[in-house]
């Protein structure tokens, strides 16, 4: 090998998309979700892929990553981790601020109690007409 065709082995090239990512030249200089993308669009247009149809194809950011928000106590922010008591009122608490008083919880107990007790207990009424058969 020449010392160019070193440098071209070595080069990692930009995906053609322009995500930001490195593209293959088995991949046609796309990188791997790009590729996926232009093969799903190509076979839902039933159409060969070739150079030019590839170029034209517009994609979405699909390189978007989604951060997830750890999962850290709503009072004094300390991570909770796996054992993070969640409450009724939709916030996770450690083990010091799981319970309604410790910290100030907004949920009102006695009415979702009084709601549940309306369901389960349906008001019986006595027959009116004593002597019906």
Do not use: W
Not at 51 to 62: A, F, Q, R, S
Not at 63 to 75: A, D, F, L, Q
Request: charged share 30%; proline share 3%.
């Amino acid at each position: 090998m020449t010392m160019k065709q070193r440098e071209d082995v070595d080069q990692p090239k930009l995906c053609k998309a322009g995500c930001g990512f490195f593209g293959n030249s088995k991949t046609q200089n796309y990188c791997s979700v790009c590729f996926k993308a232009v093969l799903q669009k190509a076979t839902s247009k039933q159409t060969v892929i070739s150079v030019n149809v590839v170029d034209t194809i517009p994609l979405e950011n699909h390189h978007s990553v989604e951060v997830k928000k750890k999962k850290r106590c709503h009072v004094c922010n300390k991570r909770v981790g796996l054992i993070g008591f969640g409450c009724r009122c939709g916030e996770s608490f450690c083990g010091l601020h799981r319970m309604p008083e410790e910290h100030t919880c907004k949920f009102d107990f006695k009415a979702a109690g009084r709601a549940v007790l309306e369901k389960e207990n349906p008001v019986c009424v006595a027959d009116k007409l004593e002597t019906r058969i």
